[in-house]
């Protein structure tokens, strides 16, 4: 169907942690997640308390929007 000729993007956990810097090297997963939450809600304005998924998922979609507006791949 729709899907056979669009173009796929990989994102590594490494790739979009490291574009908002977050999780350096020690950093505890919990700290990590709050991190996460923290940057995505003040990015975003969300006056409601996201989940550590919920910031992960815009963050992520946040990262790859950067990236193909640089022309990356």
């Known amino acids: 169907g729709q899907l056979q000729d669009a173009e796929l993007i990989q994102v590594y956990p490494t790739q979009w942690k490291s574009h908002f810097n977050l999780g350096k090297g020690g950093t505890k997963r919990k700290e990590q997640k709050d991190t996460?939450?923290?940057?995505?809600?003040?990015?975003?304005l969300v006056s409601t308390k996201l989940?550590?998924?919920?910031?992960?998922?815009?963050?992520?979609?946040?990262?790859?929007v950067d990236t193909l507006e640089r022309g990356d791949k």
């Open 36 to 44: 996460s939450i923290s940057v995505a809600e003040a990015m975003f």
């Open 51 to 64: 989940s550590d998924d919920e910031a992960d998922a815009l963050l992520m979609g946040k990262y790859v």
